[in-house]
């Protein structure tokens, strides 16, 4: 017997024109891709593309024009209960008169949690992105990447089925970029969440997907999907040394200034 699966997260023919005062602006035509369970996926494509039009409509932010988008094969059509939505910019999603806890407690208040379990829930989040005893402290007492780990923390405290971030790492130096990816891929591990991620960073989204989606034309059209085979572990300096790497890079960068 065999068993099928449906897909965490399925595309099929997602267009979205913005209706403006000005007129229509058409900016994706027609992308249909599959994320499975527990995947890292990540979405590349020129700049201007629709990279993040696209995360607004799968996170209900903006209604999708035609085709659909569906969690577990339900329809979205408002902001989804599974998912959970880290931003680039840490510094205007964090409440700065908040506490680190409280921060991480804010998207908690709308479940139906005992105190126990959602004072458990902040402590094993804070844990898993090495915050652990900063619940006191305040975003501004604390340095641009661990900023974004407790943004991190806060979605993961929700426990989405989906965790999408948009350029995540792209406000923070090097090593912390580093760190912060090897991060998403211990959260995919511990919780075992699907992870869908925009990023400019091509070497970024060959080490941590599973998948890469890389978008051109415009309006945007699914250039090609590229399935990538690491494995886990990954390793900073081993993976990427790799001849595999380097292939890959090449060819995704090659699709992209094609398509730019
Ligand atoms: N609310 C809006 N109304 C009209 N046009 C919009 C709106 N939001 C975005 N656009 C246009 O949609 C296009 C795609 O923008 P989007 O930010 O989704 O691209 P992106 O690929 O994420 O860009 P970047 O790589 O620079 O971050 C751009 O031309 C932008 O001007």
Known sequence: MSITTSPRLSVQGLAKTYRTKSGDVPVIADLTFDVQAGEVACIVGPSGIGKTTLLKCLTGLQ?????????????????????????????????PWLTVAKN????????RLSTA??????????????????????PWQLSG???????I?????????????????????????FELEDLCLRIR???GMTILLVTHDIDE???????????????????????????????????????AFAELRTRIFGLIRKAG
Do not use: N
């Not at 004072?119 to 898993?128: N, P, T």
């Not at 590229?226 to 040394?241: H, N, V």
């Open 189 to 191: 591990e511990q919780f």
């Open 153 to 177: 923390a806060r979605a993961i405290a929700y426990r989405p089925e989906v965790l999408v971030m948009d350029e995540p790492f792209a406000s923070v130096d090097a090593q912390t970029r």
């Open 104 to 111: 991480v407690r804010l998207p908690l208040r709308h479940l």
């Open 205 to 243: 989204a060959v080490y941590l997907s599973d998948r890469v989606i890389v978008l051109g034309e415009r309006p945007a059209r699914v250039t090609e999907i590229i399935e990538i085979d690491f494995g886990d572990p990954r390793d900073q300096l081993e993976t990427r040394a790799t001849a």
């Open 145 to 151: 990447g661990m900023q974004q780990r407790v943004a």
């Open 63 to 95: 209604p999708i024009t035609s085709g659909s988008a569906r969690i577990d094969g339900v329809e979205i059509d408002g902001p989804p209960e599974e998912m959970a939505l880290v931003f680039q910019e840490y510094t205007r999603s964090l409440m």
């Open 117 to 138: 379990e959602r004072e458990e829930r902040i402590a094993s989040a804070l844990a898993a992105v090495g915050l652990a005893g900063a619940e006191a402290k305040y």
